[in-house]
């Protein structure tokens, strides 16, 4: 199968693929949304290409952190980094489910399969000692305090007398079941990896791999995968139908396509805004830097057009040269 | 790898494996159990064995509801069967990373790996009427009234005045992922998959494969995978050293060995209780009928001496003479 197969993809999807800021995130809600992601992938399967999936985990994060919360006392909280690894299985289950039935749909046979994935991190990674990614809800200043206390989380003000949780987001430096899905996608399995950047693990020196409470960023994280795989295309799909630089000025100017070096200047520039457009356009240098293919390319583009972005007529295209 | 081995284990953990009736049952707690059946797992892998692990889900399912019911109206529950792909990542992770780290401190390298397993039940399997399998917590009869109100939940009185929640146990009919675990078993990997059972799905003819809110057992769920992987030995790790017949009688006996006629002949005879024992030599029953290996056969043992078991120092031997 894979000997025949157009091209290997992987597939970031962004949070919109699964969750609506219109809608209150239940799990026949997420059902839906999921099923017309599932549509767009499958366009790009039946065109003859394999897909690799990855995933964001942002909201049900959160949501399983409420849950923590409000069973408090009641019952022992799940840490971050196993919530991670639930939200692997659960969303996992909806993705591969619903992707599997739309290509059934289309007279395919094949099961899409999840893979549970752990990400080994560097224990001294800068990020330890400033924690700065979001995770779970808005805390007032007095309960911010409580929470700094008996949990030792770090909490930042996101506005006035608006508190978050804040974890560390390590750089990605090992996909340590690379070599299952490496197997998995050598014959032509459709697999869904690295949900929600995968679950963080440091390699301590005495207890060896231990989880760790950070979040990793799903598209750096992608962008190793991608590499490890040698994929030709990783495909970042989200909300925005292409790439901006001086966004909201006068001289914004959307992009069909940018090359590695545009997008290293523009990065170090600070054209685009950390935690949305920033881990995209450094996840795309990252795998491009890292390719040995010399085709490989990045497209950034919307969901529900995900056949026209990698065909080019929407979305940005990040390239070599 | 997988050339090399001595044989091929389908090992299913009981819930002794990771939890203990004397403590909370607690995250730090679960990782402390895990390390500890890690132990008794790698000495098989390191006899020349290759594992592939299922685990039931027991008390995690429980813990797992009474955060949804803790969590009621603050934010939406999840279903009976995506809390169990959720809990097949969580305890995936921690049973993969505790074996994996006791295997590396052997010098070894492999990762253990976890694959979401979703199982096929028949839509009109006989327990869909007669849901018999309890899950969660206690209820008073006022509460249990409400639920079965509010939620459309099956209750079954379990003793005067106390009700729990029962959900269908189907039997399973397929693994939806095998070919992906065949593939990584012939590579020679050590896979967890149908954790809880399996995520049971049903075929409907209009909307294709869905979750459904049942249990599957573990132990049946376990034969089946070992049947379809052509396994030499499914093991049923316990608390038990041996399986008795009339239990508690002056007449008890301990098994060092049984065959296929004599577990069939003791089942119909309602000499193992349902729930208990009756699966697990169901499940050696299953097994045995459906494998074509004439040397297959399976051991149910105290998860402590595993490698004791299988050798025969210990626990139940059951083959088909």
């Known amino acids: 199968m894979a ?3 157009k091209s290997l993809i992987v597939v970031a999807l962004g949070g919109n693929a699964i969750s609506r800021a219109d809608q209150e995130g239940n799990v026949s809600e ?4 999921s099923r017309h992601t599932a549509r767009a992938l499958a366009e790009l399967i039946q065109e003859g290409h394999q897909l690799v999936i990855t995933h964001g985990n942002g ?3 959160g949501n399983f952190l409420l849950r923590n919360e409000a069973a408090a006392g009641l019952i022992y909280p799940l840490p971050m980094e196993v919530a991670v690894a639930h939200v692997q299985g659960g969303m996992g289950f909806m993705i591969g489910q619903t992707l599997t039935n739309e290509l059934h749909a289309h007279g395919r046979r094949e099961i899409v399969t999840t893979i549970i994935t752990t990400v080994l ?3 001294d990674d800068p990020s330890f000692a400033n924690p700065t990614k979001p995770v779970g809800r808005v805390f007032a200043k007095g309960e911010a305090a409580k929470y700094a206390k008996s949990e030792g989380w770090a909490m930042k003000e996101i506005s006035p007398g608006q508190f978050r949780r804040v974890v560390p987001s390590p750089l990605p430096r090992h996909i340590m079941e690379i070599d299952t899905i490496r197997r998995a996608v050598a014959a032509g399995e ?3 990896a690295c949900g929600g950047g995968g679950i963080p693990v440091i390699r301590d020196p005495h207890k060896g791999l231990m989880g760790t409470a950070a979040v990793i960023d799903k598209d750096l994280a ?4 991608a590499a490890e795989l040698e994929a030709d295309t990783m495909m970042i799909l989200t909300a925005v139908d292409r790439v901006s630089i001086n966004f909201g000025k006068p001289e914004e100017r959307t992009l069909e396509t940018m090359t590695v070096a545009e997008a290293k200047r523009w990065l170090a520039e600070g054209q685009f805004p950390a935690g949305s457009m920033g881990p995209k356009i450094q996840g795309a240098v990252d795998f491009l830097e890292a390719s040995k293919k010399p085709h490989a390319a990045v497209v950034i583009g919307p969901l529900e057009h995900a056949a026209d972005a990698l065909a080019g007529r929407v ?3 990040i390239a070599r040269h």
């Open 59 to 61: 909201p049900q994060i």
């Open 222 to 225: 992608s962008a190793l995968l």
């Open 3 to 5: 000997a025949q197969r």
């Open 121 to 123: 991190v560097d224990r």
């Open 190 to 192: 459709t697999i869904i």
């Open 315 to 317: 979305g940005t295209r």
């Open 30 to 33: 997420q059902f839906e949304n």
